[in-house]
């Protein structure tokens, strides 16, 4: 099987660990281990943990502080994964046959199309439209989800631009899922990093062929635990535990550990206050830096912690500029091409360094408008 290249995940696979600035991090930036666990709890891990695999589908303690999260949540309808990108993987790998119609709201994390079209499938976009705050165009998204199509994928929170689905679209994918008898494969792995501090809704419940991927990546910052879920029917849970054997088995002993300890109710608390705190003051501070460059960038204020989808206007392309600030400034951050959306970049805003980082790429911003 030949994929096309995750060109997001491989510039960060290449550079991320290398730069002085590293703004691809798509949520806040991330704990450290001290930030997360007292002394004595990590006394208590390290007596008691074995380093065995753990219940492959996920240990019953674990399911039952991910089921706190949802309404009407057993433990079988969970799968644990290393990572939500299993959980997508898995669900595509599973559902996708060639030929298949599978249309993905745009623009997205684009994992799901780029294995969806290395499974065969013809993948339909549907864009999400600046001039509607990222929102939907209905009519559009009716159109594309025809019967038979095999799965609808949104990703809400939405990973690049930021934007929350209104009850009304929410309803209308729900609808356009129904009508073609598709499963709605719901990332969902942006929920508690909203701005506002509300939880936006989720999907699970509203209708039966319902897959919905979580984790703690990104509303968590606790990606290095590499733990996420799928959570869906008991039928299609248990068929997806059976592809995970082929995958990865189980996940690890110490991150469900950690994993379960994140989940407990005052510490969830305070790991999404941390993140709200430092959201909303880097977002006044990259929104400064944005308005102190005239007229050269455009973006719709983020309504997540941690990611912004900025336009600009000078005369190259995103991947270009990219690399002319990675070169000169080793600041780095995605270029919209790799979303399909070329002209804007991907910031993600919550490096505590971000103020700092920003300063350092305006000589080279304001020589490229000067050269227009
Ligand atoms: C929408 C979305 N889904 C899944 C992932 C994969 O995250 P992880 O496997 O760390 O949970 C990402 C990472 O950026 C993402 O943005």
């Keep these: 099987m030949r994929i096309d290249p995750f060109q997001s995940e491989r510039l960060l696979s290449l550079w991320q660990n290398k730069v002085d600035y590293d703004f691809t991090e798509t949520g806040v930036h991330p704990m450290f281990l001290h930030e997360l666990v007292s002394r004595e709890e990590l006394d208590e891990i390290y007596a008691s943990v074995q380093l065995r695999y753990i219940q492959t589908d996920g240990p019953p303690p674990l399911k039952e502080a991910i089921c706190g999260l949802y309404e009407a949540c057993g433990h079988e309808n969970l799968l644990v994964t290393n990572g939500s990108a299993e959980a997508n993987f898995l669900a595509v790998w599973h559902l996708v046959e060639p030929g298949d119609r599978v249309v993905a709201v745009l623009p997205n994390y684009m994992q799901v199309p780029g294995v969806a079209r290395g499974f065969g499938a013809e993948v339909v976009p549907v864009y999400l439209r600046p001039e509607h705050a990222w929102g939907l165009d209905l009519e559009e998204l009716e159109g594309a989800v025809r019967p038979g199509a095999k799965i609808l994928y949104v990703t809400n929170p939405n990973n690049p631009t930021g934007a929350i689905l209104s009850a009304a679209e929410m309803d209308a994918v729900v609808a356009a899922a129904e009508a073609a008898g598709a499963w709605l494969l719901a990332d969902e792995v942006y929920r508690g990093a909203e701005l506002d501090g509300e939880s936006s809704p ?10 919905v991927v979580g984790g703690l990546s990104k509303a968590y910052t ?3 635990l590499r733990l996420g879920w799928v959570l869906t029917d008991p039928e299609l849970a248990a068929t997806l535990w059976g592809y995970h054997d082929y995958t990865t088995i189980s996940t690890n002993a110490v991150s469900e550990r950690l994993a379960r300890l994140a989940l407990r109710p005052e510490v969830r608390a305070r790991i999404l206050e ?3 705190t430092i959201s909303k003051r880097n977002l006044r501070g990259l929104s400064d830096w944005l308005a102190a460059h005239g007229d050269t960038f455009n973006f719709v204020p983020p309504r997540i912690g941690g990611v ?8 190259l392309g995103s991947t270009e500029l990219v ?5 000169e400034h080793s600041v780095l951050v995605v270029p919209g091409e790799a979303f399909g959306a070329d002209r804007y970049l991907r910031i993600g805003y919550g490096n505590p360094r971000l103020l700092e980082g920003l300063a350092l790429i305006n000589e080279t911003i304001e020589r490229l408008r000067a050269s227009m």
């Design 323 to 327: 690399m002319q600030l990675l070169q």
């Design 222 to 224: 606790l990606p290095g």
């Design 202 to 211: 989720s999907f699970w419940g509203r209708y039966h062929k319902t897959i």
């Design 308 to 315: 912004a989808f900025v336009g600009y206007n000078l005369p």
């Design 274 to 276: 941390r993140n709200h």
